[in-house]
């Protein structure tokens, strides 16, 4: 493929276009809620009303309201219909010639819609993720001609540096800086590796991404290849996610096809292969060297870093990984410029960041929104809130390696830095919202259970001690704890976080830390509870030394 | 130096395509886990003969095969029953009482997470999130999701794909 045959490709696709484009969202719970079937009887009253010249039905990706799926939009109208079942999918389509559809219709000019600033969403329920065409169509693989043919390996480091990107998973580090160092290292061979082992349970951004739009993570990687001098690259899915994998082999597929991946791309001497490697159900393949002995068929057991895998990688060559999100917003920096996406977000923490947000909330769904956003805004205004008149009580950032944000701090501004003052992080992107009938102990033990099953056992603070800190919590909800049962699971805390060899360790006290540091009230109460009877002396004591420990 | 390669454990024509899966890979050792997969998706579990066979075709120590199959949660060394039933227990269905849904089935079925029920009709398994958190909390009854699920759907349902 030359350019020419991308512009005649996008031209192409634009003119089979027909006047009037109903899009049905089949990714994630959409899917779930039958969205197939209303996608087939589309189809079938278009083909019964004569409307076949003037009507097609798109298959599409996440329109990010998936709570209120499944759904339907309507283009060049814009409007948006929820709910949609296999039944009333036809009056959408006999509404087209006048009249009112049955179909619920949503607000496409609400906040949930209106404060997003959609980059890596950008095409996400509008292209048909299993053409490439499309894709094509909204200027993609553009980016990767222009990295190819326009710039030297070194302007794309720096490009990528200049726009202040930072890692999408949760850590925040520099991309460029990343790029830089792999770029620099010497391998006779190097690998680019996209982590999609979205583990962090109630997250699925990248699950959305990656259903809704798998070429924008394709190029991004095929750019990063070019950029650090690697020619082959791996996607680490995890195994939960079908259709993800699905549409990431279809994919790579027609990019192979069409000469936008494999050898040779647009017939310059550039190669680049991806290959998916499918996970197989454990959380701590998401930590970066346990992913990689993953990748080369061993047990997904971290090793300490440094050699970082920027040095010493996949089969010891240099590696660099990235985040699905990571990777997809590169095409759009590469095509916009570095300055355009620098100018976006907070001075530290760039651009925009994608979040899931699911739990006690109005509106569940994915969202895409400028960074420096405030916690209420996303809450409360995109999100709607609490369901059924509750009140919002904490949102519960970066799964069980993050912490929870109580009501009180919703006005903090999300970003790296703040979240982390906050005792959270930013993690990947999972906000799950809690309200006020949410026991944050009962939590914190849900997280610990979480961490205990799926320590890979390799260290002992972290196989040992996620097991002492379950069981402490244990007594703590079982009303059996005493005051110095609570030390001690302070001490762990210290000590896990401390002294265990990967992040799933060094994190797994944060759900404790954050609840014991906005919701000790509610330890105490479990704590005081079986001291109900006790004489008043001892109970002050009590009330003194948990003073002492907050203090502490 | 020439690998020898072991004769398929039976006649059995699943055993061709799990061939297949490591010819793809030329044989080589990093394949272990897609192989697994590939064993997995075909007989349903793994057993000591395909564990013995996949060692000995990629040439990679029994450990090792045993040792990886048994730290993946994917992997299962026991058949399931004739049909599965999945109870997700990620944050969002968590807080949406996928808790409560988890324990009427186990009441329900008398079998407990993991388990499968004596005449092997059902087995009572458990996800970490699949990602269908919008509608939270879920079940997957054998492969399809099911969303908004109470203790008492949940049960009925089950009524309605297996007798107990």
């Given at each position: 493929m030359t350019h020419e045959d991308l512009v005649a490709t996008a031209e192409k696709e634009k003119a089979a276009r027909?006047?009037?484009?109903?899009?049905?969202?089949?990714?994630?719970?959409?899917?779930?809620?039958?969205?197939?079937?209303v996608k087939t009887a589309l189809e079938k009253a278009v083909k019964n009303n004569g409307m076949s010249e003037r009507v097609?039905?798109?298959?599409?990706?996440?329109?990010?309201?998936?709570?209120?799926?499944?759904?339907?939009?309507?283009?060049?109208?814009?409007?948006?219909?929820?709910?949609?079942?296999?039944?009333?999918?036809?009056?959408?389509?006999?509404?087209?010639?006048?009249?009112?559809?049955?179909?619920?219709?949503?607000d496409p000019r609400h906040p949930f819609f209106a404060r997003q600033m959609p980059v890596v969403l950008a095409r996400s329920g509008r292209v048909d993720p299993e053409r490439i065409e499309q894709y094509i169509e909204?200027?993609?693989y553009s980016a990767l001609h222009h990295v190819l043919?326009?710039?030297?390996?070194?302007?794309?480091?720096?490009?990528?540096?200049?726009?202040?990107?930072?890692?999408?998973?949760?850590?925040?580090?520099?991309?460029?800086?990343?790029?830089?160092?792999?770029?620099?290292?010497?391998?006779?061979?190097?690998?680019?590796?996209?982590?999609?082992?979205?583990?962090?349970?109630?997250?699925?951004?990248?699950?959305?991404?990656?259903?809704?739009?798998?070429?924008?993570?394709?190029?991004?990687?095929?750019?990063?290849?070019?950029?650090?001098?690697?020619?082959?690259?791996?996607?680490?899915?995890?195994?939960?996610?079908?259709?993800?994998?699905?549409?990431?082999?279809?994919?790579?597929?027609?990019?192979?096809?069409?000469?936008?991946?494999?050898?040779?791309?647009?017939?310059?001497?550039?190669?680049?292969?991806?290959?998916?490697?499918?996970?197989?159900?454990?959380?701590?393949?998401?930590?970066?060297?346990?992913?990689?002995?993953?990748?080369?068929?061993?047990?997904?057991?971290p090793r300490p870093r440094p050699p970082f895998p920027a040095e010493h990688g996949l089969w010891g060559y240099p590696t660099l990984l990235n985040n699905v999100e990571t990777f997809a917003n590169i095409a759009p920096i590469i095509s916009r410029g570095a300055d355009w996406y620098a100018g976006l977000g907070t001075e530290k923490s760039k651009g925009t960041k994608v979040f899931s947000l699911s739990g006690k909330i109005r509106n569940t769904g994915v969202i895409e929104v400028e960074m420096g956003i405030t916690i209420r805004e996303i809450v409360e205004e995109l999100g709607g809130g609490a369901l059924d008149g509750a009140k919002v009580k904490a949102v519960q950032t970066g799964g069980p390696s993050g912490g929870c944000i109580p009501a009180a701090h919703f006005e903090t501004p999300v970003d790296y830095e703040s979240l982390l003052k906050l005792g959270s992080i930013m993690g990947s992107g999972?906000?799950?919202?809690?309200?006020?009938?949410?026991?944050?102990?009962?939590?914190?033990?849900?997280?610990?259970?979480?961490?205990?099953?799926?320590?890979?056992?390799?260290?002992?603070?972290c196989r040992v001690g996620t097991v002492e800190m379950?069981?402490?919590?244990?007594?703590?909800?079982?009303?059996?704890?005493?005051?110095?049962?609570?030390?001690?699971l302070e001490e762990l805390c210290d000590l896990v976080q401390n002294t265990s060899l990967c992040g799933l360790g060094q994190s797994a006290p944060n759900p404790v830390l954050s609840t014991l540091r906005y919701f000790r009230d509610e330890y105490l109460e479990l704590l005081q509870a079986q001291e109900d009877g006790s004489s008043d002396g001892e109970s002050s004591s009590i009330a003194r030394s948990s003073k002492s420990l907050a203090q502490m | 130096m020439k690998l020898i390669k072991p004769p398929l454990p039976s006649a059995d024509k699943r055993w061709k395509i799990v061939d297949s899966r490591m010819r793809r890979y030329s044989y080589q050792a990093h394949a272990l886990i897609e192989v697994l997969h590939t064993v997995q998706q075909s007989f349903g579990y793994l057993d000591k003969d395909a564990l013995k066979f996949v060692a000995a075709a990629l040439h990679v120590p029994l450990s090792r095969v045993y040792g990886v199959s048994t730290f993946y949660n994917f992997f299962s060394l026991k058949p399931h029953g004739a049909h599965t039933c999945v109870v997700c227990l990620g944050t969002a269905c968590y807080v949406k009482g996928g808790d409560k849904v988890l324990a009427a089935i186990e009441s329900y079925?008398?079998?407990?997470?993991?388990?499968?029920?004596?005449?092997?009709?059902?087995?009572?398994?458990?996800?970490?999130?699949?990602?269908?958190?919008?509608?939270a909390p879920i079940v997957v009854y054998d492969g399809t999701v099911a969303g908004h699920q109470t203790p008492k759907e949940a049960v009925e349902r089950l009524k309605g794909i297996v007798k107990l």
């Open positions: 027909k006047e009037i484009r109903l899009r049905c969202c089949m990714a994630g719970g959409c899917l779930f809620s039958r969205s197939a079937d097609e039905i798109c298959r599409v990706g996440c329109m990010g309201l998936c709570g209120q799926g499944p759904l339907v939009g309507v283009d060049p109208e814009g409007l948006l219909y929820e709910h949609v079942t296999p039944e009333n999918a036809s009056s959408i389509v006999t509404a087209l010639a006048g009249g009112v559809a049955e179909a619920a219709r949503g909204s200027g993609g043919f326009e710039m030297q390996p070194g302007q794309v480091i720096q490009a990528i540096a200049k726009s202040g990107l930072r890692g999408r998973g949760g850590a925040g580090y520099p991309t460029g800086l990343k790029w830089a160092t792999v770029a620099k290292s010497a391998g006779e061979r190097k690998y680019v590796v996209c982590n999609a082992d979205e583990g962090d349970p109630g997250a699925f951004m990248d699950r959305s991404v990656l259903e809704s739009d798998p070429h924008a993570v394709l190029e991004g990687m095929a750019i990063a290849g070019r950029a650090v001098g690697a020619d082959q690259g791996f996607i680490y899915v995890r195994a939960e996610y079908p259709l993800a994998i699905n549409r990431l082999q279809i994919a790579i597929q027609q990019a192979k096809r069409h000469g936008l991946l494999g050898p040779g791309i647009f017939e310059s001497s550039f190669n680049f292969n991806v290959d998916v490697r499918i996970g197989a159900g454990a959380f701590v393949c998401g930590e970066e060297t346990a992913l990689m002995a993953s990748i080369e068929g061993k047990r997904g057991q999972g906000m799950v919202v809690m309200d006020e009938h949410t026991n944050m102990v009962e939590l914190a033990r849900f997280y610990m259970q979480f961490c205990m099953e799926e320590s890979c056992g390799k260290c002992i603070p379950y069981q402490l919590l244990t007594r703590l909800t079982e009303h059996k704890a005493t005051l110095r049962d609570l030390e001690q | 079925a008398r079998i407990k997470r993991g388990e499968t029920t004596r005449d092997k009709q059902l087995s009572l398994l458990t996800e970490r999130c699949n990602g269908a958190c919008t509608i």
